[in-house]
């Protein structure tokens, strides 16, 4: 009989906004017993059926997982009050973007093991993307076992072998829902522009990114086949397709610039992040 998938007693969220709400909500969804999280966040604000707390001091026994949940700005002032609650039989996953292992382990040098993890946020509805990066996972092939049957259970999951990869997935994955939420929004925006009620729009266009790329997963089709397939030799998709590719790929360049913008801030906030005072001098 398959074991049930369990978070360890106690596991702690320092922060659940957006990220952290749609990780528990994927839990949930995929039936994980949540009684185990105490929520740590300054506003206190509930979530639902989830032990909330507003400051560490009130969360209680030392935590076994700790998801560190909220902006790498932040970074400091948490590690400071956090760090003397993170032993040697902690697990500590960071979903920091751009903050690198290294700059964790300087913060909290006594936690068992560090993992980074760089979600999308359709984990709320287990059908996530993460990537996940850890330090010296020989030795700690059973935290690593734990940390990918957790986040797995969100969607696809993959370890990459450095950090590098961890940032590139990141790039495309991570930010992508944004992308291809503002791709769906500039669709709605065709629609309506060509007469259509912003509700109608909004729908055909959602339905139609949901459908074709549902399709090409099911049938494991790529891309350039899909588009081949609608694209009849001198009709309209062909008319519509020529200017999105353009003589110079227009809608490649546009989205590498976008990604390489995101590339260049995930790049400043790792450097900010690795100005790292020494642990000493932080408590
Ligand atoms: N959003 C994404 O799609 C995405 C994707 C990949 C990675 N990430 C990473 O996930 C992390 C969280 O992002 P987010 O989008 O969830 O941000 P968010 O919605 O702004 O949430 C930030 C959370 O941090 C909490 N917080 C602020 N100051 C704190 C403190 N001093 N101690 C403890 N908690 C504190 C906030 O508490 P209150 O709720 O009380 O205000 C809030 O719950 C970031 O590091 C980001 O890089 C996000």
Redesign the pocket.
């Known amino acids: 009989m398959a074991t049930v998938l369990q978070l360890p007693q106690p596991t702690w969220f320092?922060?659940?906004?957006?990220?952290?709400?749609?990780i528990i909500d994927g839990w949930r969804a995929g039936g994980l017993d949540l009684n185990p999280i105490t929520v740590?966040?300054?506003?206190?604000?509930p979530v639902a059926g989830v032990r909330t707390v507003?400051s560490?001091g009130d969360a209680g026994f030392e935590p076994k997982l700790v998801v560190?949940?909220?902006?790498?700005q932040?970074l400091d002032?948490?590690a400071a009050?956090l760090r003397q609650y993170v032993g040697n039989d902690t697990i500590v996953v960071s979903?920091?973007?751009?903050?690198e292992l290294q700059s964790l382990r300087h913060r909290f040098p006594d936690t068992f093991a560090i993992v980074r993890a760089?979600?999308?946020?359709p984990v709320a509805v287990r059908r996530g993307v993460v990537g996940l990066y850890g330090e010296n996972l020989d030795a700690q092939a059973q935290a690593q076992r734990f940390v990918n049957d957790l986040f797995s259970a969100l969607g696809f999951a993959m370890w990459t072998s450095d950090e590098q990869r961890l940032a590139a997935l990141?790039s495309v994955a991570?930010?992508g829902?944004?992308y291809v939420a503002r791709f769906v929004a500039a669709l709605t925006k065709a629609g309506m522009a060509r007469g259509l009620t912003e509700e109608i729009a909004a729908t055909i266009a959602q339905e139609t990114v949901l459908g074709t790329v549902w399709m090409a997963s099911a049938n494991h089709e790529d891309m350039a086949s899909v588009a081949r397939r609608v694209a009849s030799p001198n009709g309209t998709t062909e008319a519509g397709l020529a200017v999105l590719d353009g003589d110079e790929h227009v809608l490649d360049r546009l989205i590498a610039a976008t990604i390489d913008a995101a590339a260049r801030r995930g790049a400043e906030l790792a450097a900010e992040a690795r100005r790292v005072e020494e642990p000493a001098r932080l408590s």
Not at 40 to 45: F, V, Y
Not at 118 to 121: A, F
Request: proline share 10%; hydrophobic share 45%; glycine share 20%.
């Open positions: 320092i922060g659940c906004g957006n990220m952290g709400g749609a740590i966040r300054p506003s206190g604000t507003a560490i560190l949940a909220f902006k790498p932040k002032e948490v009050q979903l920091l973007a751009g903050v760089m979600p999308n946020l990141g991570g930010a829902p944004a």
